[in-house]
């Protein structure tokens, strides 16, 4: 009998630590290291945090759409097209003629890996689409630290990163130039010190340590503030 409540202990107690571990990290589709659902309270830490919403690439199976989708989710913390879902946003998206993602998007959000076509819109691009909607700037070769000066200002930032923060950049030559296939994009609309907070259209809203954020986001410093 003691033995047997021994045992009953011990595995309520893994189990309290395996939800706390489950409700304090993100767990949608493969964990990444160094990312948590709740915040990580820094001491004295000043808090900005613009609260954009969740907009699911995969459920409209948009594989490769994140660009459109996080342009959305910025918008609609704005409250600029709330009427507006990703589908029907994804069909006003420009595309590239010649795959050259610096004039619309190249190839389809819709094909997980599609051959010749990086799947991607670049933030010229990406800013000429968005201002026919609301002013947003391109914001190109900007420090980590200019980005969080815009969410302090009010406005979320869609951000190119590479993909699960960690990885190494995976470059590959187009006709238009190179480009880096394991990228993703993700709005970030908060930080406190050592963390940002991003509403990921692939994975859910999270914190990421900073230090992770910028690492991956200084590879190629692309950015759309939407102001």
Not at 1 to 22: D, Q
Not at 124 to 149: F, I, P, Q, R
Not at 170 to 188: C, D
Request: hydrophobic share 35%; with cysteine; net charge neutral.
């Amino acid at each position: 009998m003691f033995k047997y409540k021994k045992t009953t202990i011990l595995i309520g107690f893994l189990f309290i630590i395996g939800i706390f571990y489950t409700t304090n990290m993100i767990v949608s589709g493969n964990h990444i290291p160094g990312t948590y659902a709740d915040r990580p309270i820094e001491k004295d830490a000043k808090v900005v945090e613009l609260n954009a919403p969740y907009i699911s690439q995969q459920s409209d199976k948009a594989w490769n759409g994140c660009e459109a989708a996080s342009l959305l989710e910025g918008f609609h913390e704005k409250g600029i097209l709330l009427n507006t879902n990703l589908d029907n946003f994804l069909k006003q998206m420009p595309y590239s003629k010649n795959d050259n993602p610096n004039y619309g998007y190249a190839g389809s959000p819709y094909i997980e890996n599609q051959e010749n076509a990086l799947q991607s819109i670049y933030p010229k691009a990406l800013s000429n689409w968005g201002n026919l909607y609301h002013h947003v700037e391109d914001m190109t070769g900007s420090t980590a630290n200019d980005l969080k000066s815009q969410v302090k200002h009010g406005n979320p930032v869609v951000t190119y990163i590479v993909s699960h923060y960690n990885e190494s950049p995976e470059y590959q030559r187009y006709k238009w130039g190179s480009g880096i296939v394991n990228s993703h994009v993700v709005l970030m609309d908060g930080y406190e010190r050592g963390y940002y907070h991003i509403s990921d259209p692939n994975r859910g809203k999270y914190w990421v340590k900073a230090n992770l954020f910028e690492k991956a986001y200084n590879y190629k410093r692309y950015a759309v503030a939407i102001q």
